[in-house]
T-cell receptor, first 116, second 111 residues
Framework: DGGITQSPKYLFRKEGQNVTLSCEQN?????MYWYRQDPGQGLRLIYY???????QKGDIAEGYSVSREKKESFPLTVTSAQKNPTAFYLC???????????????FGPGTRLTVL | QQQVKQSPQSLIVQKGGISIINCAYE??????FPWYQQFPGKGPALLIA?????SEKKEGRFTISFNKSAKQFSLHIMDSQPGDSATYFC??????????FGAGTQVVVTP
């Protein structure tokens, strides 16, 4: 059963703490992405990785860090430097969509992070 | 600044009616325009997508209309059903593959 898994589903953090969100895919996709979703703002790109051991900043990378040591895994760390981390975080990987269309992004179920 | 502008922010439609969501873009390098559907607490799922070499694409009750000269595209949901109640996002990307998303439209279909 192929797909993208994210854990945990809900995460609570105290101010000043770093937390790491997990993203795993067994779709054999090279590219993986992290997005942040806030109400009324759509999805904003945090980091992306086109290949193992390589990643680039997206539009809102400040206060976040990532690693890509394995093709299947792309964890996101929300650091204490992120001033407003409460949000819904979505991981995606990119693969074939069929029908002659370009590769497209497939999303995991998300992690809701709340800072107390 | 948002590279893809989406409207309306929300809409309410009766069962059996037509839902129409509009998006506009500026970057002429965009050549792939997907629509995603998202239910509360879930990740977005690809619904339908179009390339700029066609003006319309239909899949079941969902149709994308594309106007390249106006740099606009829209999603039509025909015979809307309560199960279509969700948030819909348009997106666009160019060759580099990074998707730019609209802000989303919350659709509510009343019985």
């Amino acid at each position: 059963d192929g797909g993208i898994t994210q854990s945990p589903k809900y995460l609570f953090r105290k101010e000043g703490q770093n937390v790491t969100l997990s993203c795993e895919q067994n779709l054999n996709h090279d590219a993986m992405y992290w997005y942040r979703q806030d109400p009324g703002q759509g999805l904003r790109l945090i980091y992306y990785s086109q290949i193992v051991n390589d990643f680039q900043k997206g539009d809102i990378a400040e206060g976040y860090s990532v690693s890509r040591e394995k093709k299947e895994s792309f964890p996101l760390t929300v650091t204490s430097a992120q001033k407003n981390p409460t949000a819904f975080y979505l991981c995606a990987s990119k693969g074939a969509s069929g029908g002659g269309m370009p590769d497209t992004q497939y999303f995991g179920p998300g992690t809701r992070l709340t800072v107390l | 600044q948002q590279q893809v502008k989406q409207s309306p922010q929300s809409l309410i439609v009766q069962k059996g009616g037509i839902s129409i969501i509009n998006c506009a873009y500026e970057n002429t390098a965009f050549d792939y325009f997907p629509w995603y559907q998202q239910f509360p607490g879930k990740g977005p799922a690809l619904l339908i997508a179009i390339r700029p070499d066609v003006s319309e694409k239909k899949e079941g009750r969902f149709t994308i209309s594309f106007n390249k000269s106006a740099k606009q595209f829209s999603l039509h949901i025909m015979d809307s059903q309560p199960g279509d109640s969700a948030t819909y996002f348009c997106a666009a990307s160019g060759r580099w593959g990074k998707l730019q998303f609209g802000a989303g439209t919350q659709v509510v279909v009343t019985p």
